[in-house]
T-cell receptor, first 113, second 112 residues
Framework: DQQVKQNSPSLSVQEGRISILNCDYT??????FLWYKKYPAEGPTFLISISSIKDKNEDGRFTVFLNKSAKHLSLHIVPSQPGDSAVYFCAASRSGSARQLTFGSGTQLTVLP | DAGVIQSPRHEVTEMGQEVTLRCKPI?????LFWYRQTMMRGLELLIY????????DSGMPEDRFSAKMPNASFSTLKIQPSEPRDSAVYFCASSQQIYGYTFGSGTRLTVV
């Protein structure tokens, strides 16, 4: 039973356009959400996070939106660059879970020049 | 800081053999996690330690899997005997601040 789902295994976007990566979760106890980026042959690296008390968090070209009622979050990258091509993992955690993160299966983003 | 160091980077072994994966966390980090990445299930948590003590091993798939952390600077994940379905990329991560995971580069395991 996957509690964090990324239903799109891949996404292709033209350079300069917006990339939107989606993530759904089922556990209503989750209260902290993160996005990680992973290049081939490297470990995932932290990108951006959001607490459940917020509905938006922005960091440069990256914005994460959280819709608690729909149990849905999304990552927007504007403008997309070829260097953004990577696998993006959504992750979630809940208070008191000792920092245990539950990850989605990932979305491969390809930004075309 | 060299980050989280995993070895080996690649491991190819025959079915039935014992495999040992190694991890050196970032100094000062008090949490250590072992994850497995597969195409079907993404990143799965296998086990994690706090101050060298295993806290939750419910993600370990079978008794063939075991993990140890004899000290704050070293952990191992062992599979004995290995099977082809164990083929995956295994990641180690460590953390000090809440939610601040740092991952290693992973070990790609192939069991033939």
């Amino acid at each position: 039973d996957q509690q964090v789902k990324q239903n799109s295994p891949s996404l292709s976007v033209q350079e300069g356009r917006i990339s939107i990566l989606n993530c759904d979760y089922t556990n209503s106890m989750f209260d902290y959400f993160l996005w990680y980026k992973k290049y081939p042959a490297e470990g995932p690296t932290f990108l951006i996070s959001i607490s459940s008390i917020k509905d938006k968090n922005e960091d440069g070209r990256f914005t994460v939106f959280l819709n608690k009622s729909a149990k849905h979050l999304s990552l927007h990258i504007v403008p997309s660059q070829p260097g953004d091509s990577a696998v993006y993992f959504c992750a979630a955690s809940r208070s008191g879970s000792a920092r245990q993160l539950t990850f989605g299966s990932g979305t491969q983003l390809t930004v075309l020049p | 800081d060299a980050g989280v160091i995993q070895s080996p980077r690649h491991e190819v072994t025959e079915m039935g053999q014992e495999v040992t994966l190694r991890c050196k966390p970032i100094s000062g980090h008090d949490y250590l996690f072992w994850y497995r990445q597969t195409m079907m299930r993404g990143l799965e948590l296998l086990i994690y330690f706090n101050n060298n003590v295993p806290i939750d091993d419910s993600g370990m798939p079978e008794d063939r899997f075991s993990a140890k952390m004899p000290n704050a600077s070293f952990s191992t994940l062992k599979i004995q005997p290995s099977e082809p379905r164990d083929s995956a990329v295994y990641f180690c991560a460590s953390s000090q601040q809440i939610y601040g995971y740092t991952f290693g580069s992973g070990t790609r395991l192939t069991v033939v």
